[in-house]
């Protein structure tokens, strides 16, 4: 059974920073592709970044250059580093396995002005 923990959510003023990070179990994490992804209040669910098995990443625009996506194989996590949070990055941020097509249960980032 395939199981995400997201942790590392919380309330942080504009131009803060914040580390997510997902604990998975039942994958093999080494090989699998992992994705974070968000949802704002009337906003369809958007990617924010994925990591290949490999390290090879892929950034939303509105995120690039702030936020890095890493991953530790030795401890099935993988972490989502937000620099300069902004308002509009509030949201409920998930953790993704790509290929297993499984999500956490969510993390809330709030970003006050």
């Known amino acids: 059974q395939v199981q995400l923990v997201e942790s590392g959510g919380g309330l942080v003023q504009a131009g803060g920073s914040l580390r997510l990070s997902c604990a998975a179990s039942g994958i093999i994490f080494r090989s699998s592709t992992m994705a974070w992804y968000r949802q704002a209040p009337g906003n369809q669910r958007e990617l924010v970044a994925r990591?290949?098995?490999?390290?090879?990443?892929n950034y939303a625009n509105s995120v690039k250059g702030r936020f890095t996506i890493s991953r530790d194989n030795a401890k099935n996590t993988v972490y989502l580093q937000m620099n300069s949070l902004k308002p509009e990055d509030t949201a409920v941020y998930y953790c993704?396995?790509?290929?297993?097509?499984?999500w956490g249960q969510g993390t809330q980032v709030t970003v006050s002005s």
């Open positions: 993704y396995v790509i290929m297993r097509n499984v």
């Open positions: 990591i290949s098995g490999l390290g090879l990443t």
